[in-house]
């Protein structure tokens, strides 16, 4: 059946382009993976930039929002301690519902660009 010269060429053939395919898929994972760990590692750089600068600025607010107070209310300690109270509720707040505002979304990110397909006309 496969002992003809013709079925043979064939074979080899049909062998090199599987291996010609097999070479192209490597390739292929490659720069996906690379493209994907380009997208997570740019991700988490701006949000690490953003969470600092935010952090920053979030910090001068607070300071002022507590001198105010202070000067309204009479008492400097008065105006830091409901600050603190203040940021006390919203670290509770912040732990309860950690899951659905933290891991749930990067779940999501994640997921999506990982296990989503491309469209193939691209």
């Not at 064939?10 to 090199?16: N, V």
């Not at 291996?19 to 991700?43: H, M, W």
């Not at 301690?81 to 933290?102: C, D, E, G, Q, S």
Request: proline share 1%; glycine share 4%; aromatic share 12%.
């Amino acid at each position: 059946m496969f002992s003809g010269k013709k079925h043979i060429e064939s074979i080899g053939k049909l062998f090199l382009e599987f291996k010609n395919y097999l070479e192209l898929q490597k390739e292929f994972i490659k720069l996906d993976a690379t493209e994907k760990l380009t997208v997570i590692l740019s991700a988490t750089l701006i949000t690490l930039v953003i969470l600092i600068l935010g952090s920053i600025t979030l910090l001068f607010l607070i300071f002022a929002l507590a001198y105010y107070l202070g000067d309204a209310l009479g008492s400097l300690s008065l105006g830091f301690a409901l600050i603190t109270a203040f940021l006390l509720l919203a670290t509770i707040v912040f732990y309860l519902n950690r899951n659905r505002m933290i891991v749930q979304p990067i779940a999501r990110f994640v997921t999506k660009l990982i296990l989503t397909k491309e469209d193939e006309s691209e």
